[in-house]
């Protein structure tokens, strides 16, 4: 089992910046990578960035291409998305995810056996 604690949401106003953060603990593997989805009450879950943890090779969503960027820690075991020029369309529920198979590793959207509670961004315009 892996535990994922998320935090670093808030309310911002647009173009303002936060960092959320995701600390992993539990079950160890070789590598692994972790990814950021959002998701709005009613609304499917959406992929918006992933990277893997040996090689930091780092996917993204189109629309945050240039304002997302994922990162990690090995000495704190924490992976963090910094996203700066929030808009108002920003506002969700933001989630990590984690994935120990290297099968998936080049599939940015899938495979992911582990989630976190998730955490709220609002950006005010």
């Known amino acids: 089992q892996v535990q994922l604690v998320e935090s670093g949401g808030g309310v911002v106003q647009a173009g303002g910046s936060l960092t959320l953060s995701c600390a992993a603990s539990g079950r160890t593997f070789s590598d692994y990578a972790v990814g950021w989805f959002r998701q709005a009450p009613g609304k499917e879950r959406e992929f918006i960035a992933s990277i893997t943890w040996s090689t930091g090779n780092a996917y993204y969503l189109n629309s945050v291409k240039g304002r997302f960027t994922a990162s990690r820690d090995s000495a704190k075991n924490t992976m963090y998305l910094h996203m700066n020029s929030l808009k108002p369309e920003d506002t969700d529920n933001y989630y990590c995810?984690?994935?120990?198979?290297?099968?998936?590793?080049?599939?940015?959207?899938?495979?992911?056996?582990?989630w976190g509670q998730g955490t709220q961004v609002t950006v005010s315009s």
């Open positions: 995810a984690f994935k120990g198979d290297p099968r998936y590793f080049g599939s940015p959207r899938i495979g992911y056996d582990y």
